[in-house]
């Protein structure tokens, strides 16, 4: 394909994806089960796609990270809408598997760890003289627990502040060990990202038009 069907095939895929979330958004939106909650839910998915439509020309991101960014960003807003502890998905599977507890918040956190990682990888090998080996998964993988804990830390707080929403918004369920298996959750996320996309992701990156690339390959 050359860089004009590129760019038009980029295109459609970006307007798709805007306008899929545009209804995911609205759908979140209306009459969530607690609306100061699904603000806090919902801030990092709306941020994160403001970010990467102001800087869609000047510095272009792989479709791959594009529709893992979506899938992300649904998660967080189905958590949103409901608050985690009480989306139907998880409910399902605590009926279906005889789970103890609400599983959705862990796929939450898996996510939170599997897409950062494949953006922080995108940003490392383009902007950065760091190149694809042992120190690069090390480092994404890291990142991405240090991202994972601070979240944890931000939850505490906001939970703090909300006073009669913290139980909704740390979605704990009763599990004295939540926050740590939050982030063990999000580096197994982020290794599965890494093991299981790596190659995936090169060749996306060797895809895009001309962007900013600190090491110019492998």
């Known amino acids: 394909m050359d860089g004009r069907g590129a760019s038009s095939s980029r295109g459609r895929l970006g307007l798709a994806l805007a306008l899929s979330l545009a209804a995911v958004v609205a759908w979140s939106a209306i009459e969530p089960t607690d609306r100061l909650i699904w603000w806090m839910e919902a801030a990092p998915a709306l941020i994160a796609a403001l970010v990467i439509a102001a800087f ?3 510095f272009p991101l792989t479709d ?6 979506w899938a992300h960003a649904a998660i967080l807003l189905v958590g949103a809408h409901y608050t985690y502890s009480l989306v139907p998905l ?6 279906a598997f005889g789970f103890e507890r609400n599983h959705y918040d862990r796929l939450g956190h898996l996510a939170q760890g599997f897409v950062p990682a494949i953006a922080a990888r995108e940003l490392l090998l383009r902007l950065t003289p760091l190149r694809r080996g042992g120190w690069l998964v090390a480092i994404v993988a890291l990142s991405c ?3 994972s804990a601070l979240y944890e830390l931000i939850e505490w707080l906001a939970a703090e502040l909300v006073a009669d929403g913290a139980v ?17 959750f999000a580096g197994i996320g982020a290794l599965a990202a890494l093991l299981l996309l790596g190659r995936l992701h090169d060749r996306r990156l060797a895809a895009l038009p001309a962007a900013p690339r600190a090491n110019g390959g492998s």
């Open 56 to 58: 869609w020309r000047r």
């Open 145 to 147: 627990l240090g991202i």
């Open 64 to 69: 791959l990270l594009l529709v893992l960014a």
């Open 90 to 95: 998880g409910d399902w599977g605590r009926e």
């Open 168 to 184: 909704a918004f740390l979605a704990a369920q009763g599990d004295v060990w939540d926050a740590q298996k939050d982030m063990a």
